[in-house]
């Protein structure tokens, strides 16, 4: 069974900072793995696509990265902004067209 | 496109009462989704459609809960009835064709209180 972790579940740095989170997952045979942000109260949005066999996207400030192997993903964020405060969730699509998603990382931009 | 829209945003209702909750994917989308999260388990998956046929609803806690898609363009999730474990915020997905590598889009949830 595909489980997908994040760590850490919260992150405080203050404005400017580049920063890393982090996505595991247990099984690599996955077709794609998508990161989205999610404001309180809000629905997921989507932030960047990886297919599996693409090693990273890249959309403005935001470098999500992708290793089938080692089963791990990374979403870089440059140059933060309190506007990038939010949770960002990984999730991994596998057979029958389902997301299995993480927990999220709960992020918090100080100004 | 306004995306998919989801109805209501908020809900608060009775143990026993009947639920329902409704979805508008995005145009032109053929697979639609239905999520629930919440704190303690995260989003889990509970039914997915193709086509408006439903393809896998092995994700529904139990009978108690039910699916339709009438045509493409709108679903129901319905609770009958519902309990105060029901409670959470229910989002609606959408995707396009060939979605072993397509992006998902979700609505902006509808939060379900049952008192």
């Known amino acids: 069974k595909q489980e997908v972790t994040q760590i850490p579940a919260a992150l405080s740095v203050p404005e400017g900072e580049n920063l890393v989170l982090n996505c595991s997952f247990t099984d690599s045979a996955i077709y794609n793995l998508q990161w989205f942000r999610q404001d309180p109260g809000k629905g997921l949005t989507s932030l960047l696509l990886i297919q599996s066999s693409q090693r990273e996207q890249t959309s403005g400030r935001l470098n999500a990265s992708l290793d089938k192997s080692s089963g791990r993903s990374t979403l870089y964020i440059a140059a933060s902004q309190p506007g990038d405060s939010a949770t960002y969730l990984c999730?991994?699509?596998?057979?029958?067209?389902?997301?299995?998603f993480g927990q999220g990382t709960r992020l918090t931009i100080n100004p | 496109d306004a995306g998919v829209i989801q109805s209501p945003r908020h809900e608060v209702t009775e143990m026993g009462q009947e639920v329902t909750l409704r979805c508008k994917p995005i145009s032109g989308h053929d697979y639609l989704f239905w999520y629930r999260q919440t704190m303690m388990r995260g989003l889990e998956l509970l039914i997915y459609f193709n086509n408006n046929v439903p393809i896998d609803d092995s994700g529904m806690p139990e009978d108690r809960f039910s699916a339709k898609m009438p045509n493409a363009s709108f679903s129901t999730l319905k609770i009958q009835p519902s309990e105060p474990r029901d409670s959470a915020v229910y989002f609606c997905a959408s995707a396009s064709g060939g979605t072993n590598t397509g992006e998902l889009f979700f609505g902006e949830g509808s939060r379900l209180t049952v008192l």
């Open positions: 999730a991994v699509k596998q057979g029958a067209q389902k997301l299995v």
